[in-house]
């Protein structure tokens, strides 16, 4: 998103992309979120997203706190890591976000079913450099625990990655709900 780009300005993700979704067509139609504004609202209802990587055919699956801003996904972490030299060498990820789950019994053990409303988006990873786009998601990532306004050292900012999703598919599924 560029500088004074507000998440509203931005096209919903296009329908032939999501139709295009690496995983295809959902089988379970009837329990597939189409809409955009309830798939958005999950994303904004979680706290807790797992991000897929992928280098040298090796997956790497990492849950991490996240922001996001109606159109990219943004996350802190140390400059240094498994998952950062992953992005470095392999910027394609996968997301999944559950905002509830639970279980729906049955009396026979194979009729157990998960409840759950979740998105699985495929997007590119970018290193954010600049030092005000930097704060801003750190800004959106505290905001989401605390209303306590914080600064951030400039040592501090010079060892954090932040790291900014732009998505390029997103699916939603729910069932129980």
């Known amino acids: 998103m560029s500088a004074g780009q507000h998440p509203a300005d931005l096209r919903p993700v296009d ?28 994303i904004h209802a979680s706290r807790v997203m797992h991000l897929g990587l992928c280098v040298d055919n090796v997956p790497f699956v990492v849950p991490l706190f996240y922001a996001y801003d109606g159109a ?15 992005l470095k060498a392999n910027n394609a990820v996968c997301f999944e976000i559950t905002a509830d789950h639970g279980i729906i019994e049955n009396e026979a053990a194979c ?3 998960a409840s759950h409303r979740t998105v699985i988006g ?4 970018r290193f954010v450099e600049d030092e005000a786009a930097k ?21 501090n900012l010079k060892t954090t ?9 997103v699916k939603g599924k729910k069932h129980g709900f």
């Open 15 to 42: 329908q032939h992309r999501v139709d295009q979704h690496p995983h295809g067509p959902m089988r379970r139609k009837d329990r597939e979120i189409t809409d955009r504004a309830e798939i958005d609202a999950l």
């Open 122 to 125: 495929f997007g590119r990873a």
């Open 72 to 86: 990219s996904l943004y996350f802190h972490s140390a400059k240094a890591g498994t998952k950062i030299d992953i």
């Open 135 to 155: 704060i801003d998601a750190l800004n959106r990532i505290v905001a989401r625990f605390t209303d306590k306004a914080f600064t951030y050292p400039a040592a």
């Open 161 to 169: 990655a932040v790291v900014r999703i732009d998505i390029e598919s």
């Open 111 to 113: 009729d157990f079913e």
